[in-house]
C-alpha cells in the first residue's frame, strides 16, 4: 500500500471515529454515557490501527472498512456468475463510508436510485447466500465481499431513502 494510500486510510478512520463522537449528542444520556466509554476504550485501538497503518500498510479494518478513496480492486473471478452483472453497482455503490455513501446517495437522480433498487433487491438473497460461504477471516481478505456486502447496505438505505421522498 503507497504511502498516499495510508494516509487516506487514516485519514478516513479519523473521521468514521469523530462521526462516532458526534453521534453521541443525538442518543440521550445514557446512550452518551455508555457509547462515550466505549469509544474511550476503542480510542487506543484506533491508535494502534493507526500506527501499524502508517509504517507497516497493513489496514485490520477494526474501525474504519473500505474507503471509496483507496483502490481495492475487485477481481470479478470471485464473484459468482450469476451475480457478476451486479459489478458496475458494487463498484459504484459498495462503499464503507457511511457518509460517502450517503452523500451518494443525495446526489444520485431518482432513476438512479431506482436502478439500483430493481437490480440489486430481487438479488438480495443470492447476495447473502454467497456472503455466508466464507469464514469471517476470507471476508476480511476478498475485496469482492466488502463491496456486495456494502452494496446491500447500499440497497437497504436507498430503499428507504426512496420511501420517505415518495410523498
Do not use: C, H
Not at 468514521?16 to 452518551?32: M, N, P, Q, T, W
Not at 451475480?83 to 458494487?90: E, N, Q, S, T
Request: proline residues 4%; negative net charge.
Amino acid at each position: 500500500m503507497m504511502f498516499s494510500d495510508r494516509v487516506l486510510a487514516v485519514k478516513g478512520k479519523l473521521r468514521f471515529y469523530y462521526k462516532e463522537v458526534i453521534d453521541l449528542r443525538s442518543g440521550g444520556i445514557i446512550y452518551a454515557i455508555f457509547f462515550g466509554l466505549l469509544l474511550v476504550l476503542l480510542l487506543p485501538v484506533l491508535l494502534i490501527e493507526i500506527i501499524v497503518l502508517l509504517s507497516f500498510g497493513v489496514d485490520y479494518e477494526i474501525l474504519q472498512t473500505r474507503s471509496p478513496e483507496i483502490s481495492n480492486e475487485l477481481n470479478e473471478e470471485e464473484v459468482p456468475l450469476e451475480l457478476r452483472p451486479l459489478i458496475p453497482l458494487a463498484k459504484k455503490w459498495g462503499i464503507g463510508d457511511a457518509e460517502e455513501r450517503e452523500r451518494l446517495i443525495k446526489n444520485s437522480s431518482l432513476s438512479e436510485l431506482a436502478d439500483l433498487e430493481q437490480k440489486v433487491g430481487p438479488r438480495m438473497q443470492q447476495i447473502a447466500d454467497w456472503i455466508d460461504e466464507y469464514s469471517e477471516d476470507q471476508l476480511r481478505n476478498t475485496a469482492a465481499i466488502g463491496y456486495f456486502i456494502f452494496l446491500q447496505v447500499a440497497y437497504e438505505e436507498v430503499s428507504s431513502y426512496l420511501g420517505e421522498n415518495k410523498s
